[in-house]
């Protein structure tokens, strides 16, 4: 029949309108910012980097490999390493950066800095209210800002954030396990000495020759 599609999808559309007043399921619309909906943890908008501990400075899993840097496509990270080097968190000294700045008008939210960062020190943020006045300073988010605790990760990764926790617990397990003392190898035994020729005999002394004394033989 002419227009049936066009029927059909006006009933659907009323179904759904009258039926939002009697059923709590069909009710998609939220009082925001009252009232908030539940984060996806599949979804991502912004990265963050993910510090452990208590304080972001000396818990920062970041080491500045730079290579977040360099795979970034719109270029939007810059990284300035430290001199010196601090414990990471397996224990190991390691680089950290000074200053890690990401311009998020730039960020494309790609994901690429997450999987090529082999510390796990980056992470995406699901938060999107990220909206301000000034797009040059506000925009250009400093180390201070992108750091966050793993707790916070946890909150909104929780699947990710375990799994990552239980790899870097058995990295700290084997980092501080005892080294077995390493076994010298057995010597071989040495080869038995070959006899020694026989000694060829020696040849008999001469007898002593008389002596002769001073004066004149006697008649």
Known sequence: MLGNGLVKGLAETARNFFGSYVEKDRLTTIQFPEERAPRIEASRN??????????????????SCLICEKECPPKCIFIEKSTDKKPDAVGKPQFYPTHFNIDVSVCMSCQICVEVCPFDAIKMDSDFEASATSRFSDLLWTKKRLAKSNEYYHQIHPTEAAAVDAELAA?????AAPKPAATSAPSAPSAPSAPSAPSAP???????APSVTGGAPEK
Do not use: H
């Not at 963050?48 to 501990?53: A, H, Q, T």
């Open 46 to 63: 912004f990265p963050f980097l993910v510090y452990d501990g208590v304080d972001p400075q000396a818990g920062l899993r970041c080491v």
């Open 202 to 208: 020696s040849a008999p002394s001469a007898p002593p």
């Open 171 to 175: 990295a700290r397990a084997k980092a």
